[in-house]
């Protein structure tokens, strides 16, 4: 007979869990172990309250009670630790129900609440609310049932009259309830938050409200049953993210798909965090072996590092074992190393190209074309497609060129481009571009292969390939990756944002033998930033369209945050050393913190050079943002808004968001000559600075010198007068 039982840890028990004395937590801990090895153990004095059949107490310590659901024969939950006077006080007080739409379990304390807050260490703003009218009065309670919202908290929800009131209630609400009212508070349409917040997390079958069994499986029963979870919280080892996911982001992780399937969203909606999980999902699903048959890939080197302290973090080195994480460039360059294809040349960068183009035309003496125009035009058409022949560079499309090209001037150029690879070639060097092209084409080669001899004369590469940052790889990656795993079920999972596109790389994945229509979904709710940082970051988006990697436009739509904070400081100076003095000042004002929770950007390497001196000039320890990454944990972090990406700050100083610094002097001369390169141009800095503004997860302060950019819409520069 079997003593056992199973414990799960409902996300918010969870919570007031952490909020415990580290030796109450060390107590639950026992708690539960004890629980499991034998919940009749009497020490634990398990009973049900007050003849309620689900709803049980257990004793954890003298001071505290554990409250359980009843899921099934020996299957518990634990949704919530209380005083043990709170427990026995007034039960009437704990509704829980399954939520007809999402099938999710929710437990809720119906009593007041006294001080919590949702949001971090800053104050919110006082918001007054002018009237006192309920703030949901405009919604009746069937429609707010329809949207998901929890049932037992109506009649509290028709009683807020303010946001202070509003933030209290949701602070122990269940995640749909507070995601639909932060919603509905926001303006937002009842259609539109009936599609954005409820549809991805509705159940995919028919809900039984009586079937507690079937409801803790869902994604919307945010729990673990993971021992090492408690242990993680004790030893303050554990991020929130490696165990509880919200239920659209489980949904993402655990659903079978088709085929390739793509998962957008706006920054710090997690799309790294799932990217992370579906790794984790596969592994669990593979045969055991010691390979490698999942890939997990993404754009530049420091990220892919961090992929992989991430993934040691949720996995350990079993998961880590089965998982060949490196960046793309890396990856192909591994290929061409492979199959020697590339023997003693040193891969120069690609931002090299038109000087090189420049240089070769002016050594030969080739005439006709211009040194930009031939880089542009070999990069992004020759390479990009991964053409391998003149035939194939006759017929291929020229998307966002501009120019349209006659057959004989085609030709010219591919003869050009023929000589100029030689003649990089006899110099030793070839750029990432051509190392990827080449790439490609041995993998493509190499699945052929594979394909032709029954039973596959060589073994594809992987079963699973992940890739994070998808917006930022080029065709020849695509094409390349897309030939290292075999067409089928879960092959390919791509999570990115092409609005954080930062490098010139655009696709239609659809052209390139990727094909996720249908399985196309996208995440809105940021864990990252407030939502004060997040409304003035989406107005420096304004007025530009961005695609979906795949032929089709995608939106931020829906994008949003429950977390609140100071609003943004928008502030000019005359002069580069005047704003100089800015930056130090705020730095004072935030209590000059150099334990690394603050970054400064900027857009250029030489503003960089001059920050960090001015930054020790006042003798604060300044530390640069390298290609790997910050170069010391601590001090203040300085860097070029490139380096960026994948980092997160508690504050941040953007600097020199300046008229000719954001975007770029230099691409003013594409305006006439090549307007569609000015737009992409355009739109990358615009991209760029809208990663910088949406790493801060507190507060953050944007600067300029002279005019401000012209991404600065005259809301945000009007700010300053305020
Ligand atoms: N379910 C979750 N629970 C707690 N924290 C989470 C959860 N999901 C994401 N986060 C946190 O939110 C932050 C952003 O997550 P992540 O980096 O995955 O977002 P992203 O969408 O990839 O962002 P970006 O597009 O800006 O790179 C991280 O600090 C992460 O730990």
């Known amino acids: 007979m079997t003593t056992g039982a199973m414990l799960r840890i409902l996300d918010r028990a969870d919570k007031e869990v952490m909020k415990l004395t580290r030796a109450d937590i060390g107590a639950v801990y026992e708690f539960m172990h004890k629980f499991r090895n034998n919940p009749d153990n009497p020490g634990l004095k398990l009973k049900s309250l007050n003849g309620d059949s689900r709803l049980m107490s257990a004793r954890v310590n003298r001071d505290y009670r554990a409250l359980l659901l009843h899921i099934a024969d020996r299957d518990y939950l634990l949704v919530a630790v209380k005083h043990r006077g709170e427990v026995y006080d007034d039960l009437s007080r704990y509704a829980y129900r399954i939520n007809r739409v999402t099938g999710g379990i929710e437990v809720v304390d119906l009593a007041p609440v006294g001080d919590s807050i949702v949001g971090r260490v800053v104050p919110p703003e006082a918001e007054p609310t002018p009237t006192q009218k309920p703030l949901f009065d405009a919604y009746s309670d069937a429609q707010l049932l329809e949207l998901g919202v929890s049932e037992p908290l109506l009649p509290q929800i028709r009683e807020l009259t303010t946001e202070a009131e509003l933030l209290e209630l949701l602070d122990r609400a269940p995640q749909l309830t507070t995601d639909v009212l ?307 079920p879960d092959d390919l999972f791509l999570t990115g944002d092409t609005h954080q596109r930062i490098y010139d790389n655009h696709v239609t994945l659809g052209s390139l033998g990727i094909n996720i229509r249908g399985r196309s979904s996208r995440l809105t709710l940021s864990y990252r930033t ?66 690394g929770s603050l970054a400064i950007c900027v857009p250029t390497r030489e503003l960089a050079a001059d920050v960090l001196s001015r930054v020790e000039a006042e003798g604060l320890p300044a530390v640069e943002i390298g290609p790997d990454g910050p170069k010391q944990p601590d001090g203040i972090h300085v860097g070029t808004m490139h380096r960026f990406k994948g980092l997160e700050y508690q504050r941040m100083i953007i600097a020199g968001v300046s008229d000719g610094l954001v975007p770029r002097q230099v691409i003013s001369r594409y305006r006439d000559s090549d307007p569609k390169r000015y737009q992409r141009e355009r739109q990358r800095d615009r991209s760029l600075l809208f990663v910088a503004a949406t790493r801060p997860r507190d507060e953050l302060a944007v600067f300029w010198h002279g005019t401000p950019s012209p991404f600065l819409t005259s809301r945000l520069v009007q700010r300053e007068a305020t």
């Open 182 to 488: 932060f919603a509905l508070f926001d303006g937002k349409p009842y259609e539109e938050v009936l599609q954005q917040v409820t549809e991805p997390v509705r159940a995919d079958e028919p809900v039984d409200l009586e079937d507690f069994a079937a409801a803790v499986q869902r994604p919307a029963t945010q729990v673990t049953s993971d021992d090492e979870a408690l242990q993680a919280i004790i030893g303050e080892a554990f991020e929130r993210w490696q165990i509880f996911l919200h239920p659209t982001q489980r949904k993402l992780v655990e659903r079978g798909y088709n085929g390739p399937a793509r998962v957008g969203g706006g920054p710090g909606t997690g799309k790294t965090i799932v990217a992370l999980h579906r790794v984790a999902h596969l592994a669990r699903h593979l045969p055991p072996g010691t390979d490698k048959p999942i890939l997990l890939t993404t754009f530049n080197r420091n990220l892919a590092a961090d992929l992989r302290t991430r993934l040691l973090a949720l996995g350990g080195q079993e998961l880590v074992a089965r998982v060949d994480i490196i960046n793309i460039d890396r990856l192909a360059s591994r290929v061409v190393t492979e199959a020697k294809a590339g023997a003693n040349r040193n891969v120069v960068s690609d931002n090299q190209v038109p000087d090189l183009w420049g240089e070769f035309l002016l050594e030969t003496g080739a005439s006709g074309w211009d040194a930009d125009f031939l880089a542009a035009e070999w990069t992004q058409v020759i390479l990009g497609q991964v053409l391998n022949s003149r035939a194939e560079y006759f017929k291929a499309r020229r998307p966002n060129r501009g120019r349209s090209l006659t057959r004989m001037e085609r030709d010219q150029i591919w003869q050009l481009t023929e000589r100029f690879t030689s003649w990089l070639e006899a110099r030793g060097v070839w750029t990432w571009r051509q190392v990827a092209q080449r790439a490609a084409r041995l993998e493509m080669d190499r699945a052929a292969e594979s394909g032709e001899s029954s039973g596959g004369f060589r073994r594809p590469r992987y079963r699973h390939v992940v890739v994070d940052e998808a917006q930022d790889l080029s065709a020849a990656h695509w094409k390349m990756l897309r030939a290292m795993v075999p067409p089928g």
């Open 530 to 595: 407030t939502r004060q940082i997040l409304a003035d970051a989406l107005q420096i988006m304004t007025g530009e369209v961005y695609d979906d990697l795949d032929g089709g436009e995608e939106d931020l739509a829906g994008y949003r945050s429950l977390l609140r904070g100071a609003r943004p400081v928008f502030h000019g100076a005359a002069t580069w050393t005047q704003e100089q003095d800015l930056i130090v000042t705020h730095l004072r004002s935030w209590g000059n913190p150099v334990d």
